[in-house]
């Protein structure tokens, strides 16, 4: 029986880690189409959408079927409900990559803005956290999950101060209302990409050390002491 379940749980985590390729691959697209004025790359990412959700359907399965076939205890059980969680985060940080690509093509019907945002430093955090996160569910690294929690508080940030510049520029020319309000959304969306990663790291964290941290920020961006 306890063959029969690692194979399963191989079997998942190749799944999960394809689709978190896939999803790294989401974000890289929609930012570099924001980045570029690339309506063409835009249109892949929204595309590419269908893709991911079929294969976070296989992977919610797979955890399923673990449960219902060989119920898990103790590590076993914590990784599959993990696998759960991030496979959800995975699914909802694609849809939040095709919306930056939706936002991005109704953006480039306009004529640039030449205030100068900082959506190109926020996608680039957004990605690294995402990166780091999922490489640290593979090789279960939680220090590295507790970095990546710390590094949420600036994404915050930038978005707040994306905002303040939005409002400023609407006030100055509401002539381009339209294409600023694409600006705030993908700032926002860059934003949730963030969060979620944020989650991925936090599902670590308690996958490895058995400690729920989601409602407790402080702990979750600092690593427990080493005699702890």
Do not use: W
């Amino acid at each position: 029986m306890r063959v029969h379940l690692q194979r399963d749980v191989e079997k998942l985590k190749r799944r999960l880690l394809a689709l978190s390729t896939e999803v790294e691959e989401d974000v890289r697209m929609a930012a570099r189409a924001i980045a570029t004025r690339d309506a063409a790359l835009a249109r892949q990412v929204v595309e590419r959408e269908t893709q991911t959700n079929a294969m976070e359907v296989d992977v919610e399965e797979d955890c399923l079927k673990i449960l219902a076939l060989h119920q898990p205890v103790a590590g076993d059980l914590r990784y599959i409900v993990a696998a759960l969680k991030i496979d959800r985060d995975l699914e909802r940080i694609a849809d939040l990559a095709a919306h930056i690509a939706e936002r991005g093509l109704a953006l480039f019907a306009e004529p640039p803005l030449d205030v100068p945002f900082r959506l190109d430093e926020m996608a680039e955090k957004a990605e690294a956290m995402l990166k780091k996160a999922l490489d640290a569910f593979v090789s279960l690294n939680s220090a590295a999950a507790h970095e990546v929690c710390a590094v949420d508080g600036e994404i915050n940030a930038i978005k707040k101060d994306t905002f303040r510049q939005v409002r400023k520029s609407v006030l100055a020319d509401p002539a381009r209302f339209d294409a600023l309000m694409q600006v705030m959304h993908v700032a926002r969306h860059l934003e949730r990409i963030a969060d979620h990663a944020t989650n991925i790291a936090e599902d670590l964290i308690y996958l490895v050390e058995g400690r729920i941290v989601r409602h407790t920020p402080e702990v979750a961006a600092a690593p427990p002491a080493p005699d702890a």
